[in-house]
């Protein structure tokens, strides 16, 4: 019996040779005597960062498993026992704190030394540096010992350091760059303490729970590590998350010291406009709730049902009876980290294909239902054997607000029309600006930089050099950038740096164009359809290169539908409040239609041999219609566009013809009948003037008459 037990400890974690010899105490003797093998690859890591070449792995009946084993009403049951678990589980609250360590003040010195010591010194350098007047100049170096001194003193500051790298209104570039390579590296804690706390939050024995755990965990992180395990009730191959010993009491007290800090800051220090103390708070209530596995499997389960619809995006599933506040019981997912390039081609796959998959999630996270991913390093992205995208670690998350949503996308809208007046004033709906700010002077920085970016189209702009130069506008003026916002640059920043080892002119704008294009064509938001009509029309003109590249665009996106393409602008324009645009597109309508016809008349008659063209245009070099060769050109270009638009929709796989219908059922109402007959009116006229205008004109073969 014991033979079997050591061999197939060695097929299920061949690896992790150390279990093996654990086998001979009682706890670790965890296996059955039959059990599932599930073999493991080297490559990627979940969750933590310090033990490179570990493999997750999910089975793909995994999540079907999960789902038809028990009803939904047994998974609720069993997820209301994990929360009841978690039920004391720690809250942030400033008050509590300073209770708590107000009264042992011995053991706040001492850490405060310690903190002072790290950060005191870096400080000191600073102010030798303004001294000698080589701040600018060791700026880069001063960014290196920030980190180093951030790691030294422990997870609270590795996740402060963390936090600040997405911070361009507290930091300069060179400190956010610096900062943002900050990783979860930490060392392990003992296995014995950390399956006292297993048994102890789960209230049973580990041979209870498991027929086989590994002897040491496979990552660690600044808050847990993590342990690869097999279910004994079903064979189930899990990742099991253990929460740091201590960590409450230690990321309190840092807590408390740093708001501290934060008040001194606020008071005397004149150069950081935001509220520290705020962002402080802001920042440790997110600490804490990493803290309560529960609540990070509940957002796994929230950001699955979200996101995991597409194809080619995998989220674990979470195991409630073997989870509670301080552990967390999920799939096992087998895969490579993002950012191990040549492990991932091995495999077959493609890093940009990967990218593209995490930028087209991180749009939709950011822009459609607004909950997203709030740490996403590429230690929590994995590439799967069969080429998908799995998110780990779902501990800190953001969401961003509704009103926020269409506002960047109008953003991009204003940044393509080089509009920076409204750039300026879509500050106040992001957040970016209290409404008491003036605008005015952040216009002319906004137009110095953005001039030269926009040099070149934006499907070629550089999403780091953007994020870099509004960065340092930011840094120079009071702004108060939302966490939602510099977390989601910092996920579109990781995932392009990570694309651009594999291709160095890869944009990530230029990924993300399509979902912005397929956006404003479709979505009916009043925000996002003025923010079309504003990009479509300009000085009173329809731009209808602007309309192709945005069909050109929205149908490289998977979800684009043609039939939904300007479904918008036709409601508003055929709606009460669309007088204005009516105006607009009854001269747009106009002047298409006379494309169409005219051209076709121009076409002909330039395929005409000149003998026929001298018969029938009575010899007037001029051609038809008296337009000169620059009107002919422009009008068969424009009926070309229109013909090509058209042909575009038609071309779409889901596309349908009813796309018109909208128009001929309003024009038949009685209130809409004015609209129908001032366009058809125009357009009567302008072909009558035309054709009176050919009629009347005098051959040029015949002189005027001299006196």
């Known amino acids: 019996m014991n033979t079997l037990v050591l061999q197939s400890a060695s097929t299920i974690f061949p690896q992790n040779k150390r279990c093996i010899r654990r086998v001979k105490s009682p706890r670790a003797a965890l296996v059955e005597s039959k059990p599932r093998p599930v073999p493991a690859t080297r490559g990627g890591g979940s969750g933590g960062n310090n033990v490179p070449g570990t493999v ?18 047994d998974d609720m049951q069993a997820e209301a026992r994990a929360m009841a678990r978690a039920a004391n589980a720690s809250i942030y609250t400033p008050e509590f704190l300073a209770a708590k360590y107000g009264s042992r003040p011995i053991k ?48 609270t500051f590795v996740k402060i350091g963390q936090g600040l790298s997405t ?24 296995d014995d303490e950390a399956f006292a706390c297993i048994e102890r939050e789960l209230g049973r024995s580990l041979e209870s729970v498991y027929s086989l755990i590994s002897a040491s ?29 201590g960590i409450e009491e230690a990321i309190g007290l840092d807590f408390y010291l740093i708001r501290g800090l934060g008040f001194l800051i606020n008071k005397y220090v004149d150069i950081i406009t935001s509220d520290v103390v705020a962002l402080i708070d802001e920042f440790a209530r997110r600490v804490y709730q990493e803290l309560n596995y529960v609540q990070e499997g509940q957002n796994a389960r929230r950001f699955k049902k979200l996101y995991a619809d597409k194809q080619d995006v995998l989220v674990p599933d979470i195991f409630w009876d073997y989870t509670s506040g301080k552990v967390l019981t999920m799939e096992w997912v087998e895969g490579v980290k993002l950012n191990q390039q040549d492990a991932i081609e091995r495999q077959g ?7 593209n998959t995490g930028i087209q999630c991180s749009l939709r996270q950011l822009l459609e239902y607004g909950y997203f991913h709030a740490d996403p390093h590429p230690g929590n992205l994995l590439a799967t054997p069969d080429g998908k995208l799995a998110f780990l670690d779902f501990g800190m998350m953001s969401e961003t607000p509704e009103e926020a949503r269409s506002a960047i996308i109008g953003h991009v809208v204003h940044m393509v029309n080089r509009d920076y007046e409204a750039m300026a004033r879509d500050y106040y709906a992001l957040d970016f600006l209290s409404p008491d700010v003036d605008v005015s002077p952040i216009v002319p920085a906004l137009r110095n930089f953005f001039d030269d970016a926009l040099n070149s189209t934006v499907s070629e702009l550089n999403f780091k050099t953007i994020v870099d130069g509004l960065g340092a506008v930011l840094y120079q003026y009071p702004f108060n950038v939302p966490a939602y916002y510099a977390l989601i640059l910092r996920s579109l920043t990781v995932l392009e740096g990570l694309a651009l080892y594999a291709d160095p002119n890869f944009k990530v704008l230029a990924a993300s164009y399509p979902y912005f294009a397929k956006r404003l064509l479709t979505d009916p938001n009043p925000y996002l359809r003025d923010a079309l009509i504003e990009l479509l029309f300009k000085d009173g003109r329809f731009r209808w290169n602007r309309l192709e590249n945005l069909l050109v665009q929205g149908r490289k996106d998977r979800d684009f539908s043609a039939k939904d393409a300007l479904q918008p602008v036709l409601k508003l324009l055929l709606g009460p409040d669309g007088e204005e645009l009516r105006v607009l597109v009854i001269k747009e309508a106009v002047r298409v239609t006379e494309a169409v016809v005219l051209g076709s008349v121009v076409e002909s008659y330039n395929s005409v041999n000149e003998l026929m063209r001298t018969l029938i245009f009575n010899g007037n070099a001029t051609g038809p219609f008296a337009m000169t060769t620059a009107d002919q050109e422009s009008m068969l270009e424009l009926r070309a566009q229109v013909i090509r638009i058209w042909r575009l929709l038609q071309s779409s796989e889901n596309f349908d013809p009813s796309i018109l219908l909208p128009i001929l059922q309003v024009l038949q109402e009685p209130e809409a009948r004015n609209f129908g007959g001032r366009v058809v009116g125009g357009i009567t006229q302008r072909l009558a003037a035309r054709l009176l205008q050919q009629i009347l004109r005098v051959p040029p073969s015949v002189s005027a008459p001299t006196s």
């Open 167 to 190: 911070r361009p209104d507290l930091c300069p570039p060179a400190y956010l760059e610096e900062l943002s390579e900050l990783q979860d590296a930490l060392p392990t804690f003992p």
């Open 108 to 155: 706040v010195v001492q850490r405060a030394i310690e903190i002072f010591s790290g950060l005191g010194s870096f400080a000191f350098k600073l102010w030798l540096d303004q001294l000698d007047g080589k701040l600018d100049r060791n700026q880069r170096l001063r960014a290196v010992e920030l980190r180093q001194v951030f790691t030294r003193l422990g997870p």
């Open 349 to 355: 796959l493609k890093v940009l294909d990967l990218v």
């Open 56 to 73: 997750l792995r999910v089975q793909e009946e995994s999540s079907s498993y999960a789902l038809s084993s028990r009803d939904r009403a």
């Open 217 to 245: 965990p496979i990552a660690a992180a600044s808050l847990g590590q993590v342990y690869k395990a097999q279910l004994k009730y079903s064979g189930q191959v899990v990742a099991v998350k253990v929460q740091r010993p």
